[in-house]
């Protein structure tokens, strides 16, 4: 199997623009007219609610490695809860994941972490990393499933 590798990648300024202003704006929390300990404990319940629920448990441990099965209806709400976190579309999330766990710390692995802690936790985010091609060889399972498609093309 020939798999695409490149050593010179473009930046994804889609990616980069968003992560610039997202963060920029949260800076905006830090301002005393801003603050409230009530907006931090809904800080709190929405990263768990998007982050321990939906990237976590339903798009991580659920879809990507079947680890457990839910009924079809505790899938979706727990997909969804995925795609409130700004991580892409679960298609995509899903198929780059499963391709990081076959080519796993190998040269064509985006997230390999023998580039270093930056690259495989954020640097490769930023990039138009040849693994995206792959993607759909690896979500055969969800690709032609309607939730999973609209999710994957309003919630990215
Ligand atoms: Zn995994």
Request: hydrophobic share 45%; glycine share 8%; charged share 15%.
């Amino acid at each position: 199997m020939t798999v695409a590798t490149s050593n010179k990648l473009n930046f994804d300024w889609s990616v980069i623009v968003v992560m610039a202003v997202l963060h920029a704006g949260a800076l905006l929390a830090f301002l005393p007219a801003n603050f409230s300990w009530a907006g931090v404990g809904l800080a709190i319940f929405l990263h768990w609610v998007t982050g321990g629920l939906g990237i976590t448990l339903g798009w991580h441990r659920l879809v990507t490695h079947r680890s457990f099965q839910t009924p079809k209806w505790l899938e979706y709400f727990l997909v969804f809860c995925g795609t409130l976190s700004l991580q892409g579309g679960p298609i995509w999330w899903v198929g780059l994941h499963r391709h990081h766990h076959f080519y796993s710390d190998q040269n064509v692995d985006h997230h390999d972490s023998s580039k270093g802690f930056w690259w495989s936790h954020m640097g490769w985010m930023f990039y138009e990393v040849p693994a995206d091609k792959e993607v759909p060889r690896f979500t055969k399972d969800i690709a032609d499933d309607p939730v999973y498609r609209f999710l994957d093309n309003y919630f990215c």
